[in-house]
């Protein structure tokens, strides 16, 4: 019922922009704070990139912060993510993030559903000149 649609990616060259985006899919009654994270190759682990709350408040990594920027469209449920200044390590995996996702009741009368996590698939993004 819930799908991330996550576009953009692909390849860039260093020094360009980076632009991605995702949205959140299906009867939405409510999303909390939307993000993106991304898993480089060599990387055990995934690692925050930027987040936003539905208020519309910013956490930005140090790896990426005063190169990057994200945004929401809340009507929408629909995150952005630009970073400028492509640099080679941020070549990676890159997962969309949707927190406490809440759906519609089945009727006007009804509480809207569970607050739910969801993931994106991953966008892979590679960078080379």
């Known amino acids: 019922q819930v799908q991330l649609v996550e576009s953009g990616g692909g390849s860039v060259q260093p020094g360009t922009s980076l632009n991605l985006s995702c949205a959140v899919s299906?009867?939405?009654?409510?999303?909390?704070?939307m993000g993106w994270y991304r898993q480089a190759p060599w990387k055990q682990r995934r690692e925050l990139v930027a987040?936003?709350?539905?208020?519309?408040?910013?956490n930005i990594a140090d790896s990426v912060k005063g190169r990057a920027t994200i945004s929401r469209d809340n009507d929408k449920h629909t995150v952005y993510l630009q970073i400028d200044s492509v640099k080679r390590e941020d070549a990676a995996v890159y997962y969309c993030?949707?927190?406490?996702?809440?759906?519609?009741?089945?009727?006007?009368?009804?509480?809207?559903?569970?607050?739910?996590?969801?993931w994106g698939q991953g966008t892979p993004v590679t960078v080379s000149s």
């Open positions: 299906g009867d939405i009654y409510s999303v909390n704070a």
């Open positions: 987040t936003i709350t539905h208020a519309l408040e910013t």
């Open positions: 993030n949707a927190e406490s996702v809440r759906l519609k009741g089945l009727s006007a009368s009804d509480q809207p559903g569970p607050a739910i996590d969801y």
